[in-house]
């Protein structure tokens, strides 16, 4: 079946630690994006990628590392930079072209103990 | 600046009755999407719309898109419980490449038998 994995789906994080959450696509989509989630809140664009080896800041970069090594995979790094990390974590895909839909993983909750 | 604005926020509503959820956005769009959230899981597409004019309707929801007022409309038809979710709308921005999208807060929509 196609989709976007996203893992884990609970991440525990220490205070000054850096996690990295996964999302792998078996679309053969070219773009990908993470997006953050707070509690009774729209979606954030953190960064999105429409090129293997490129990717750009959205609108809540600071503290947060991406890298586009592959095509299906897009993992974003959450640094000890970012003071509150706790949210609720959305990747997604799609084809370049327009008047296509975006794809949606089934998130990560992350949570700082 | 890029907004989209839902409204209301939280809707309350008795089943069997009708409503409308409301999408306002800053400036002109390629592309509105309505999506659905259930608690603690990721988005559900729901409609697409592309065109001005543009009506789409997929059982008790109908979504509308007049682009020269800016403002997309979803509305309820007869609500029953299972209805209650999370909607979102999001707009894909003239000049934002691919699909990225600016979310509005949502709207937390609560029937009750």
């Known amino acids: 079946d196609g989709g976007i994995t996203q893992s884990p789906k609970y991440l525990f994080r220490k205070e000054g630690q850096n996690v990295t959450l996964s999302c792998e696509q078996n679309?053969?989509?070219?773009?990908m994006y993470w997006y953050r989630q707070d509690p009774g809140q729209g979606l954030r664009l953190i960064y999105y990628?429409?090129?293997?080896?490129?990717?750009q800041k959205g609108d809540i970069a600071e503290g947060y590392s991406v890298s586009r090594e592959k095509k299906e995979s897009f993992p974003l790094t959450v640094t000890s930079a970012q003071k509150n990390p706790t949210a609720f974590y959305l990747c997604a895909s799609s084809p370049l072209w327009m008047n296509t839909e975006a794809f949606f993983g089934q998130g990560t909750r992350l949570t700082v103990v | 600046e890029l907004k989209v604005e839902q409204n209301p926020l939280f809707l309350s509503m008795q089943e069997g009755k009708n409503y409308t959820i409301y999408c306002n956005y800053s400036t002109t769009s390629d592309r509105l999407y309505w999506y659905r959230q259930d608690p603690g899981k990721s988005l559900e597409s729901l409609f697409v719309l592309l065109s001005n004019g543009a009506v789409k309707q997929e059982g008790r929801l109908m979504a509308s898109l007049d682009t020269k007022a800016r403002l997309s409309t979803l509305h309820i038809t007869a609500a029953v419980h299972d209805l209650s979710a999370t909607y979102f709308c999001?707009?894909?921005?003239?000049?934002?490449?691919?699909?990225?999208?600016?979310f509005g807060g949502g709207t937390r929509l609560m029937v009750k038998p």
């Open positions: 999001a707009v894909a921005f003239s000049g934002n490449a691919g699909n990225m999208l600016t």
């Open positions: 679309l053969n989509h070219d773009a």
């Open positions: 990628s429409q090129i293997v080896n490129d990717f």
